[in-house]
C-alpha cells in the first residue's frame, strides 16, 4: 500500500510564512503610501518655491526634485512589481513562494523607506527658501485686494458721476483697459510669479486709483473750465478794444521820434485784430468741445488761447511801453547812462577785489562796455537822435556787464 503525498503547505508552521509574508506585504505598503503622500507634499513645495523664487538655487532645487522624483518611480515600480509577482491569498502556496515573496516584499519595502529618507532629508534642506517662498506669496493675496478695491472704487465713482450727466468717455475706457491685466492678475503666482503678480497688482492700484482721483476732479474741472472760458472771452475782447487804441500812440511816436523808433510796430494793431478774431474763433471751438465734454480737446484750446492772448496783449503793450521809454529818455538819457555806468561799475569792483591789476578777460569787455556808453551818448547828438538804438545799446551793455559779473562768481565759486 502506498503513502499519499504530504501537503507541504497544510501546517501551522506554513502559514506562519505565509503570515509573514501577508506580513511584508503590509508594510511594504505602508511604506509606499508613506513615500507617495510625502512625496505629494514636496511637489507641493517645490511648486510654491518656484512661483515666489526665480532664483539659481530655486531652480537646483526643482531638478534636485525631478532627479529624485526618478528615484521614486524606480523603487516604486519594484514594489509594484513584488506585489503582482506573488498572490498570497492562493490556496495552494508553496512555502518557498511565500519565503520569496517575504524577502521581496521586506527588499522592496526597506528601498521604499531608504528613499523616504531621501526625500525628508531634501524637504528638509528646502525648508529656507520654501519660508521665503512662503513669505513672498503672503504678500500676493493683500495686492490683489487691494488692486481690486481700487478697481471698484473708479468704477463706483464712474457710475456716479455718469449719474450726473457726465460722460467721462476718455476715463471709461482707461478703466476698461485695465480688464485684460486683471485676468492675468486673478491667474494667479502659480502661472506669472510672486514678483509679477504683486507688480501687477501695484500697477492695477495706482492706475485704478489715478482713475478715480481724476473722476472724482471732473465737476470741479468743468467748473473750473467754464471760469477760464469766460475769463478768455472777456480778455479777447479787452485785447479787441486795446487794438483799436494802438494807431493813435503809433501816431505819436511817428510824429516824435525817428522811424527807427517805430517801425518795426507798424503791423501790430492789424496782427492784433487778426491774433484776436482767431482766438474768438478758437473759444468758440473749446465751447463746443466743452458741451460734447471732450475734456483733453478744451484744456489743449484753452491753454492755446491763453499763450495766443499773452503774445498779443505783449504786442499791443509795446506800442505804449515804447512811447513811454521813449518820452523817458529823450526828456533825460542821463538817468539811463547813469544806470549803465552803475552796472559796469559794478562789474570792475568785483574784478578788482583782491587784485592790483583786473585779468585781461574781464578787463577787456569792460573796458569796452565804457566805450560803447560814450558811443551811444555821442549819437544822441545827431539832428534826428535813433533813442530806441540807444536804449537798446545801453540794454546790450549791461547784459555784457552781467556777463562778467556771472562769469568772475562762477570762477570763485569753483575755485
Same mark, same amino acid.
Given at each position: 500500500?502506498?503513502?499519499?503525498?504530504?501537503?507541504?503547505?497544510?501546517?501551522?508552521?506554513?502559514?506562519?510564512?505565509?503570515?509573514?509574508?501577508?506580513?511584508?506585504?503590509?508594510?511594504? *505598503?505602508?511604506?509606499?503610501?508613506?513615500?507617495?503622500?510625502?512625496?505629494?507634499?514636496?511637489?507641493?513645495?517645490?511648486?510654491? @518655491?518656484?512661483?515666489?523664487?526665480?532664483?539659481?538655487?530655486?531652480?537646483?532645487?526643482?531638478?534636485?526634485?525631478?532627479?529624485?522624483?526618478?528615484?521614486?518611480?524606480?523603487?516604486?515600480?519594484?514594489?509594484?512589481?513584488?506585489?503582482? *509577482?506573488?498572490?498570497?491569498?492562493?490556496?495552494?502556496?508553496?512555502?518557498?513562494?511565500?519565503?520569496?515573496?517575504?524577502?521581496?516584499?521586506?527588499?522592496?519595502?526597506?528601498?521604499?523607506?531608504?528613499?523616504?529618507?531621501?526625500?525628508?532629508?531634501?524637504?528638509?534642506?528646502?525648508?529656507?527658501?520654501?519660508?521665503?517662498?512662503?513669505?513672498?506669496?503672503?504678500?500676493?493675496?493683500?495686492?490683489?485686494?487691494?488692486?481690486?478695491?481700487?478697481?471698484?472704487?473708479?468704477?463706483?465713482?464712474?457710475?456716479?458721476?455718469?449719474?450726473?450727466?457726465?460722460?467721462?468717455?476718455?476715463?471709461?475706457?482707461?478703466?476698461?483697459?485695465?480688464?485684460?491685466?486683471?485676468?492675468?492678475?486673478?491667474?494667479?503666482?502659480?502661472?506669472?510669479?510672486?514678483?509679477?503678480?504683486?507688480?501687477?497688482?501695484?500697477? @492695477?492700484?495706482?492706475?485704478?486709483?489715478? @482713475?478715480?482721483?481724476?473722476?472724482?476732479?471732473?465737476?470741479?474741472?468743468?467748473?473750473? @473750465?467754464?471760469?477760464?472760458?469766460?475769463?478768455?472771452?472777456?480778455?479777447?475782447?479787452?485785447?479787441?478794444?486795446?487794438?483799436?487804441?494802438?494807431?493813435?500812440?503809433?501816431?505819436?511816436?511817428?510824429? =516824435?521820434?525817428?522811424?527807427?523808433?517805430?517801425?518795426?510796430?507798424?503791423?501790430?494793431?492789424?496782427?492784433?485784430?487778426?491774433?484776436?478774431?482767431?482766438?474768438?474763433?478758437?473759444?468758440?471751438?473749446?465751447?463746443?468741445?466743452?458741451?460734447?465734454?471732450?475734456?483733453?480737446?478744451? *484744456?489743449?484750446?484753452?491753454?492755446?488761447?491763453?499763450?495766443?492772448?499773452?503774445?498779443?496783449?505783449? *504786442?499791443?503793450?509795446?506800442?505804449?511801453?515804447?512811447?513811454?521809454?521813449?518820452?523817458?529818455?529823450?526828456?533825460?538819457?542821463?538817468?539811463?547812462?547813469?544806470?549803465?555806468?552803475?552796472?559796469?561799475?559794478?562789474?570792475?569792483?568785483?574784478?578788482?577785489?583782491?587784485?592790483?591789476?583786473?585779468?585781461?578777460?574781464?578787463?577787456?569787455?569792460?573796458?569796452?562796455?565804457?566805450?560803447?556808453?560814450? =558811443?551811444?551818448?555821442?549819437?544822441?547828438?545827431?539832428?534826428?537822435?535813433?533813442?530806441?538804438?540807444?536804449?537798446?545799446?545801453?540794454?546790450?551793455?549791461?547784459?555784457?556787464?552781467? =556777463?562778467?559779473?556771472?562769469?568772475? =562768481?562762477?570762477?570763485?565759486?569753483?575755485?
Amino acid at each position: 500500500m502506498t503513502t499519499a503525498p504530504r501537503r507541504w503547505f497544510g501546517g501551522g508552521r506554513d502559514e506562519s510564512r505565509r503570515a509573514d509574508a501577508q506580513a511584508a506585504k503590509d508594510a511594504a *505598503a505602508a511604506a509606499f503610501y508613506e513615500l507617495d503622500s510625502a512625496q505629494r507634499d514636496l511637489r507641493i513645495s517645490i511648486e510654491t @518655491i518656484a512661483a515666489a523664487d526665480g532664483s539659481p538655487e530655486a531652480r537646483r532645487a526643482g531638478e534636485g526634485f525631478v532627479a529624485l522624483g526618478q528615484r521614486i518611480d524606480q523603487v516604486s515600480h519594484v514594489y509594484i512589481e513584488a506585489v503582482d *509577482a506573488h498572490d498570497l491569498d492562493r490556496a495552494e502556496l508553496e512555502a518557498s513562494a511565500a519565503t520569496r515573496a517575504r524577502e521581496e516584499l521586506t527588499r522592496a519595502k526597506d528601498e521604499l523607506v531608504r528613499v523616504k529618507g531621501e526625500l525628508d532629508r531634501f524637504a528638509q534642506g528646502l525648508q529656507p527658501l520654501l519660508d521665503k517662498a512662503e513669505t513672498q506669496l503672503a504678500r500676493v493675496a493683500p495686492a490683489r485686494e487691494r488692486a481690486r478695491a481700487a478697481l471698484l472704487a473708479a468704477s463706483t465713482a464712474l457710475d456716479d458721476v455718469r449719474g450726473k450727466g457726465m460722460r467721462a468717455d476718455d476715463l471709461a475706457a482707461r478703466l476698461a483697459a485695465l480688464g485684460p491685466e486683471l485676468t492675468k492678475l486673478n491667474q494667479g503666482a502659480a502661472q506669472h510669479g510672486v514678483q509679477e503678480t504683486v507688480q501687477r497688482a501695484d500697477r @492695477i492700484l495706482r492706475d485704478a486709483e489715478a @482713475i478715480r482721483a481724476e473722476v472724482a476732479r471732473l465737476p470741479e474741472r468743468a467748473a473750473e @473750465i467754464d471760469r477760464r472760458l469766460v475769463s478768455l472771452r472777456t480778455r479777447a475782447q479787452a485785447l479787441r478794444n486795446r487794438a483799436d487804441r494802438v494807431d493813435p500812440v503809433l501816431s505819436e511816436l511817428r510824429r =516824435r521820434f525817428s522811424a527807427a523808433c517805430w517801425q518795426d510796430l507798424q503791423q501790430v494793431p492789424e496782427q492784433a485784430v487778426r491774433d484776436v478774431a482767431r482766438a474768438q474763433d478758437r473759444l468758440a471751438e473749446a465751447g463746443r468741445a466743452r458741451d460734447e465734454q471732450r475734456w483733453a480737446d478744451v *484744456a489743449a484750446l484753452v491753454e492755446a488761447v491763453r499763450m495766443a492772448l499773452d503774445s498779443t496783449d505783449e *504786442a499791443v503793450s509795446a506800442a505804449q511801453d515804447r512811447l513811454t521809454r521813449l518820452e523817458a529818455v529823450a526828456r533825460d538819457p542821463k538817468a539811463e547812462v547813469q544806470r549803465t555806468r552803475f552796472a559796469i561799475r559794478d562789474a570792475q569792483r568785483l574784478a578788482m577785489e583782491g587784485r592790483t591789476v583786473p585779468e585781461a578777460r574781464h578787463a577787456r569787455p569792460l573796458d569796452e562796455a565804457v566805450a560803447r556808453v560814450d =558811443r551811444a551818448l555821442a549819437a544822441l547828438e545827431d539832428r534826428h537822435p535813433d533813442y530806441w538804438a540807444f536804449l537798446q545799446e545801453m540794454e546790450a551793455v549791461r547784459s555784457a556787464a552781467q =556777463r562778467v559779473v556771472s562769469d568772475i =562768481r562762477t570762477e570763485r565759486g569753483h575755485g
